[in-house]
Structure formats: C-alpha cells, structure tokens
C-alpha cells in the first residue's frame, strides 16, 4: 500500500467520523468503528441517533466518498475513468469478462469510441460496487446476478438506472449517479430515505487538508506513523 491509497482510507476514515459527529453531537474521536466479517465497518458504540445509520464509504483516483441514511439501506462507490499504460481498451475489459452480462457488455460497448467505452465500463462498475456494498456481501454476491440498465445522464446526474437481481427488476432500489471531475460516484439506495436525508440536499465536496487529519481522530497511532513513512505512489 502507498502513501496515496492509506491517504484515501484515511479520508474516508474521517468522513465517517466527521459525519457520525454532525448527526450524533459527539467528538469524532469517540466512536470506535470495527468491521464485520466481509470487511464492512460498523460503529461498536453507536449514540441513540446512530443506532439505524446505514453508511459507507469508497475512494479512489482522487476521491473520498462517504454516503449515509438513518432509514434506508445505502452502498457508494467511485471510480476514476482511465486505462493503465500499456493496456488497451480491449486488453482490459478482457480481464473483467466475468463481471458482466452480455447485455450489460453490449451496452458498455456501444459507443464507438474508446473513451465512451471505458466511460461507460466504469459507470457500470460503480453500480455493481455500491450494490454489494450497500448489501454488505463484497464481492461474494455473484456479479453475474445483478444486471443494470442504465438510464439517461442529463447534466452528469443519472436517477432513473434499474437493477433486475436474478432476472427480476428490483424497484426496491435506486441509483444516484453522478459524473464529477472525471470520477462515477454512485451511491445504491434501498428504501425510503428520511425527510432531510435527499441527495441533491446534501452533496458536499471537502479537501483533504480541511479534514482534521491528526492523531487523536485516528483509531490508533500505528496507522498514522505508518501512513506518514509511506511512499505517495508507486
Ligand atoms: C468492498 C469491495 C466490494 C469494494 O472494494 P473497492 O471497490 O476496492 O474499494 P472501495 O474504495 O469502493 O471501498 C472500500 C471501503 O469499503 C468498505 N468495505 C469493505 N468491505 C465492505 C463490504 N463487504 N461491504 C461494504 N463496504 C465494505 C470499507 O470502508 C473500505 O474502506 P477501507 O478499505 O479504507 O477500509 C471489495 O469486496 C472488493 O474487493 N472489490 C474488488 C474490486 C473489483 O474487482 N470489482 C469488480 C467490479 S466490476
């Protein structure tokens, strides 16, 4: 792991703590966070307002998300749209040939270019993540079960994406799509989300030097020293 990948746990370790300070009162640095046995963090000592929080994070190329509902069940994901050196377009959906169905790969590819392909391989992906995410499973959810059919983006925002799981549309489920500074985020949504909770309301973009990154806001010493003699990237 480099310098940027820990930066970006890190921020999303923070976001969550940010978030769960905001909604609940209480400093950041009380909440002790653990991960259940696929991996997914949950709060140990949640406050009265947090005991229904369902919330995730992600983060990739140069982003951290964080997304959260007290009712409804959410997952988030986000991807930066690019393509290794030395690969080409093909060379490298070829690696992720299992991860789609025939019709999800039909759509992928529909658009004559490279750069709409890949665009469109990366949105897909966003939405299969912030699926499993929002269920909890990872990736032990056979992707091949959830098949999307991707709606119209207007202004880099899509809403009207639907998921069959197992060949039966879920309308359970929704998708907030967003295409920002050359990143899908996407965040899953099951259920209603409570008055206030709406996306549109609460879409905020913070640096990361405006978190309060330091010592006390981490869960233990060890990940900060570590973090700090990584190298930035490969
Ligand atoms: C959790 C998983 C689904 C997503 O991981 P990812 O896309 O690599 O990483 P993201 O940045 O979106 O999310 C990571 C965060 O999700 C959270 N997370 C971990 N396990 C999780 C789970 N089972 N459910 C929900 N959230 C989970 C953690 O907060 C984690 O942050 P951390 O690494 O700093 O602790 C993982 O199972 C995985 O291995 N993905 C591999 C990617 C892949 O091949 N995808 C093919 C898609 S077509």
Not at 15 to 31: D, H, N, Q, V
Not at 121 to 136: N, P, Q, T
Not at 143 to 164: K, M, N
Request: charged share 30%; proline share 3%.
């Amino acid at each position: 792991m480099y310098k940027r990948d820990a930066k970006q746990s890190m921020a999303g370790r923070l976001l969550m703590r940010t978030c769960f300070s905001k909604l609940s009162g209480a400093f950041p640095e009380c909440f002790v966070l653990s991960r259940d046995t696929s991996g997914k963090p949950y709060l140990v000592n949640p406050p009265a307002t947090l005991t229904a929080l369902s919330f995730n994070v992600s983060h990739a190329g140069d982003y951290a998300t964080f997304a959260g509902s007290t009712s409804a069940k959410v997952g988030v994901d986000v991807m930066k749209v690019e393509l290794r050196r030395n690969t080409t377009v093909e060379q490298f959906f070829g690696h992720m040939k299992r991860q789609f169905t025939d019709f999800e790969w039909q759509r992928i590819r529909s658009p004559g270019s490279d750069r709409g392909k890949l665009f469109n391989f990366y949105r897909y992906w966003c939405l299969k993540e912030s699926y499993v995410k929002a269920i909890g499973t990872g990736l032990k959810f056979g992707l091949l079960r959830i098949e999307f059919d991707i709606g119209q983006i207007e202004d880099d925002i899509c809403r009207t994406t639907t998921v069959a799981i197992d060949g039966a549309i879920d309308s359970d489920w929704r998708f907030e799509e967003a295409y920002l500074d050359n990143h899908f985020i996407t965040i899953a949504v099951q259920g209603e989300v409570s008055a206030g909770e709406d996306v549109e309301d609460n879409v905020k973009v913070v640096k990361f030097d405006d978190l309060n990154v330091n010592k006390d806001l981490l869960d233990d010493e060890k990940y900060f020293v570590s973090f700090d003699e990584k190298k930035e990237c490969p």
